[in-house]
T-cell receptor, first 110, second 115 residues
Framework: LAKTTQPISMDSYEGQEVNITCSHN???????ITWYQQFPSQGPRFIIQGYKTKVTNEVASLFIPADRKSSTLSLPRVSLSDTAVYYCLVEGAAGNKLTFGGGTRVLVKP | DADVTQTPRNRITKTGKRIMLECSQTKGHDRMYWYRQDPGLGLRLIYY???????NKGEISDGYSVSRQAQAKFSLSLESAIPNQTALYFCATSDQLAGGPDTQYFGPGTRLTVL
């Protein structure tokens, strides 16, 4: 399993864009990058998944450079309710055992 | 996710007691998982099951056992609870996105305190 490294915490303000970068230098050819969000006292929730280039959904965008050794989760125009812990995971195409690191604690301020 | 339920939501027990945490899902998924989360840390996998007849140990299975009673039900037992098993426990189910790894759907969690 590829190890991931992400910042422990980030602060932002309402309306700003938040970008969280995850390093995964040992990513394998068939690995995907997935992000989960966790609110206090709740289970993690799937946000977005990608393999290369850019993926966008109604919640976030995921940018993956050509070498795939890092990825950036982008949350546009955050609100207070986006305060949560965000986890970056790297798993194989048939992966079913998620490995959660410490995540990035994002605090959105008024 | 309301499709994955856990009971109880909170439990306080004493050292040496046997405890069972239950998980039910209405998502129709074959795969189910149990994780624990300690304060300020990520989740660690305890056990997982790919179908009713399949049980697999995860990263930290010592001191725990599981039972997959049906596709929709997956129970976690602590045979003899100890204080360092105090944690937040999550059940999850999964399906597989086309071409990618599973997406997991988590229950609301059970907060267990062992005195």
């Amino acid at each position: 399993l590829a190890k991931t490294t992400q910042p422990i915490s980030m602060d932002s303000y309402e309306g700003q864009e938040v970008n969280i970068t995850c390093s995964h230098n040992n990513i394998a050819t068939n690995d995907y990058i997935t992000w989960y969000q966790q609110f206090p006292s709740q289970g993690p929730r799937f946000i977005i998944q990608g393999y290369k280039t850019k993926v966008t959904n109604e919640v976030a965008s995921l940018f993956i450079p050509a070498d795939r050794k890092s990825s950036t989760l982008s949350l546009p125009r955050v609100s207070l309710s986006d305060t949560a812990v965000y986890y970056c995971l790297v798993e194989g195409a048939a992966g079913n055992k998620l490995t959660f690191g410490g995540g990035t604690r994002v605090l959105v301020k008024p | 996710d309301a499709d994955v339920t856990q009971t109880p939501r909170n439990r306080i027990t004493k050292t040496g007691k046997r405890i069972m945490l239950e998980c039910s899902q209405t998502k129709g998924h074959d795969r189910m998982y149990w994780y624990r989360q300690d304060p300020g840390l990520g989740l660690r996998l305890i056990y997982y099951s790919f179908d009713v007849k399949d049980i697999n140990k995860g990263e930290i299975s010592d001191g725990y056992s599981v039972s997959r009673q049906a596709q929709a039900k997956f129970s976690l037992s602590l045979e003899s609870a100890i204080p360092n098993q105090t944690a937040l426990y999550f059940c999850a189910t999964s399906d597989q996105l086309a071409g990618g790894p599973d997406t997991q759907y988590f229950g609301p969690g059970t907060r267990l305190t062992v005195l």
